[in-house]
């Protein structure tokens, strides 16, 4: 399935709440009742692989109201931002807390502010072996966990990118995403074992994410990501290893890609090379200049006079 992308800026006020519900039906089918107190703004992305689709929803306050349908798939809720609650329990959407819920009969959730939130539609049939007391969980709200947390950074991430992925390459990605909704459910005993890919997966992408944000930051080091990731020094290097690289060749290559990109840009012509690289992270200039042109073969001032003649 191809990345279906939809906000409200591209549509007019007076069509937007059916539009919206057309996107948001294709995830799951619902009436939409918005505030009449503040403008209808709704950005939404919606991806499948393999089995589990995903829809990332910014929207501005609404009521959703869900008809009674039991297609066999568990919607897990996961909140980034904002207030809510969900009709029947009563929980509130707080912020990294999932709900979990199923279209057995009628339900309502409310969004009483702008609010940020994954929503995930996985099988009933691949989730029910894996969790423990799967139907007690029914429209509860679980409080956040690291197993949570991972789900939504690698759910998120999975919505956030353009590129297409099919076959077999979204079959494991699916996979990896089951394991972590069955972490933050609460797995049985073999499914912990099984969970393992996806939660080794999960933590290697939150972890270069991490070092993107934070590419010029003089204090990264294994020892500040395992600080700030709550694992050892040791289980980054590994997560790396199976990867095919080091940690240390991955961050050298992420700072010069980033500095390509910034030699590339017309916007960054009045700063210096060096301005450029020390923002990137190095410290040593001439180092730099050195792995840049090993890296790219040819030197950072010829990158940027040929993509200024291109």
């Given amino acids: 399935m191809t990345i279906v992308r939809f906000s409200t800026d591209t549509v007019p006020q007076a069509g937007r709440r059916e539009a919206i519900e057309q996107v948001y039906g294709g995830h799951v089918p619902a009436q939409l009742d ?30 959703a109201r869900h008809a009674a349908d039991d297609d066999g798939l568990i919607y897990l809720g996961i909140a980034t931002y904002g207030a809510g609650s969900v009709e029947d329990s009563g929980n509130p959407m707080q912020p990294g807390h999932i709900n979990v819920l199923r279209r057995d009969r009628p339900r309502t959730c409310t969004v009483t502010a702008q609010s940020v939130m994954v929503s995930l539609a996985v099988p009933q049939a691949l989730l029910a072996p894996r969790v423990k007391d799967l139907d007690q969980l029914m429209g509860q709200g679980m409080a956040s966990s690291p197993a949570s947390r991972l789900l939504e950074g690698y759910a998120t991430a999975l919505i956030r990118e353009d590129r297409a992925i099919s076959g077999s390459e979204a079959t494991m990605l699916a996979g990896h995403v089951l394991d972590l909704a069955c972490l933050a459910l609460g797995a049985t005993r073999d499914a912990m074992q099984m969970a393992r890919g996806g939660l080794r997966a999960a933590r290697l992408k939150a972890i270069k994410a991490d070092i993107a944000a934070n590419l010029g930051e003089p204090a990264l080091s294994p020892g500040w990501l395992a600080r700030r990731h709550a694992i050892s020094e040791s289980y980054i290097r590994a997560l790396f290893y199976d990867a095919g690289t080091s940690l240390t060749d991955h961050v050298l290559e992420a700072r010069l890609d980033y500095v390509r990109g910034l030699l590339g840009d017309v916007r960054f012509d009045h700063r210096t090379i060096a301005a450029l690289a020390l923002e990137a992270g190095f410290g040593d200039i001439s180092w730099f200049n050195q792995v840049f042109r090993r890296r790219f073969s040819m030197a950072p001032s010829e990158m940027r006079r040929q993509g200024r003649q291109g």
Avoid: K, W
């Avoid at 918005?34 to 501005?60: C, E, G, Y």
């Fill in 34 to 63: 918005f505030s009449r107190d503040t403008p209808i703004a709704v950005d939404m992305s919606v991806r499948q692989l393999a089995d589990i689709q995903f829809a990332s929803i910014t929207t501005s306050p609404v009521v």
